[in-house]
C-alpha cells in the first residue's frame, strides 16, 4: 500500500481556505487506499518565531481541523511533529547532505527572507525545507499531496532521497509531489494574484475555515472580481473570477466547464451568493466537529499521544537505517 506524507503549520487560530483546498480536502480521500500519515508541523512554525503562549492551542486547533475535516485517526495516523524526536534527528543528517547553494535557491526562503529583513532571518528558516524532507522520507512516502507553493520543496526532498540512496545504498523512497491542476492554488479574494495566505497585509482576502459564516460570506460578496460581466474562467483576464470558480469546483465537484454553462446570463454577483453558501455549507460541520474535539482537550491529546507512537514505529526504523548506513556505532 503506497505510503502518503503531508503536513500543515499551525497557524494562528484557524487555517484557511487554501490551506483547505489545496491540501487537507485532497487528503481525505487518499485514506480509502493508501497508509495515510498526517501531522502538524509545530516545528516547522517556529522558524519566523513564535508565542509560547498559544503554541499548544494552536497546535491542537489545527489537529483538530484535520480530524473534523475528515482525517480518521484510527485510519490514518496523525501526530504533531516536536512528539516525534526522528523527523529532527533525521533531518540533521540531511542538512549535512544539502548543499548550502541548493538550500539557498528556494524561491519561498528568498521571498521570506527579503521580507523579514536580514536581521530577522534564521538559520532555522534557512534550512526549513530540509525538515521538511525529514518529514516526508522518514516515513518513506510514496505520495506527498500538497498545494503548488510547495512544489520545489518536494523536488529538493527527491533530490535529497536519491543523494542520500546513491551515496549510502537504497534506503528511502523517492517521493512523488501530488498537486492536484485544479484546486493547487488558492488566491487572496482582494489581491486575486497572490496567493491565499496568513501572512498576508490585510485580512479581508482570506477566509477563516473556523470563522464565523457571516464574516466568510461577507468576504466572499466583497471578492474583487474583473472588468466585464461574463462568469468564464480566464487566469490571466479574469484571476478574480477564475479564482472564485476554482474554489466553487474543487467543494462542489462541480467541474469549471459545468459552472460557466450554469452561470451564463448571470451576473458575477450571483456567483458570489451561490459561493458564499456553498463555502457555509462545507465549514458548518467542520466548525462543529471542530469545536467538540476542542471540549475535550484530555481527550484530544490522548489521541495524538497515540497517533505519535505509531508514527515513532515507522520513523525510528528508518532512523536505525539511516544511522547504520553512515556508520554511527549501533544505539544502546
Ligand atoms: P503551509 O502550512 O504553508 O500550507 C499547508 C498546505 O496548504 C497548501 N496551501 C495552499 N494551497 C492552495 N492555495 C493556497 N493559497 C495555499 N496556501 C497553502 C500548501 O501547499 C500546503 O500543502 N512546509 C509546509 C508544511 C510541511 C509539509 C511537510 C508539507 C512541513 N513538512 C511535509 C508536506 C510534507 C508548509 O508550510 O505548508
Known sequence: ?????????????????????????????????????????????????????????????????????????????????????????????????????????????????????????????????????????????????????????????????????????????????????????VYDLQNPTAKMSKSAPSDAGLVRLLDPAKKNAKKIKSAVTDDGTEVRFDRQAKPGISNLLTIYSSLTGTPVGTLEAEYEGRMYGHLKVDLAEVVTQTLDPIQKRAQELLDDPAELDRLLARGADKARGIAAQTLREVYDRMGFLPGV
Open 1 to 185: 500500500v503506497p505510503r502518503v506524507v503531508s503536513g500543515v503549520q499551525p497557524s494562528a487560530d484557524s487555517l484557511h481556505l487554501g490551506n483547505y483546498v489545496g491540501a487537507l480536502r485532497n487528503w481525505v480521500d487518499m485514506q480509502d487506499d493508501n497508509d495515510c500519515v498526517f501531522f502538524v508541523a509545530d516545528l516547522h512554525s517556529i522558524t519566523t518565531g513564535q508565542d509560547p503562549a498559544t503554541m499548544s492551542e494552536r497546535t491542537r486547533v489545527t489537529a483538530a481541523q484535520y480530524i473534523a475535516a475528515g482525517i480518521d485517526p484510527e485510519r490514518s495516523t496523525l501526530l504533531i511533529q516536536s512528539q516525534v524526536p526522528e523527523h529532527t534527528q533525521l533531518s540533521w543528517v540531511l542538512n549535512c547532505i544539502t548543499g548550502y547553494g541548493e538550500a539557498a535557491r528556494m524561491t519561498q526562503f528568498k521571498d521570506k527572507s527579503v521580507k523579514q529583513g536580514a536581521e530577522n532571518t534564521t538559520v532555522g528558516l534557512f534550512t526549513y525545507p530540509v525538515l521538511m524532507a525529514a518529514d516526508i522520507l522518514v516515513y518513506q512516502a510514496n505520495q506527498v499531496p500538497v498545494g503548488e507553493d510547495q512544489r520545489q520543496h518536494l523536488e529538493l526532498t527527491r533530490t535529497l532521497a536519491q543523494r542520500f540512496n546513491s551515496r549510502f545504498g537504497e534506503t528511502f523512497a523517492v517521493p512523488d509531489a501530488k498537486i492536484l491542476e485544479n484546486s493547487a492554488k
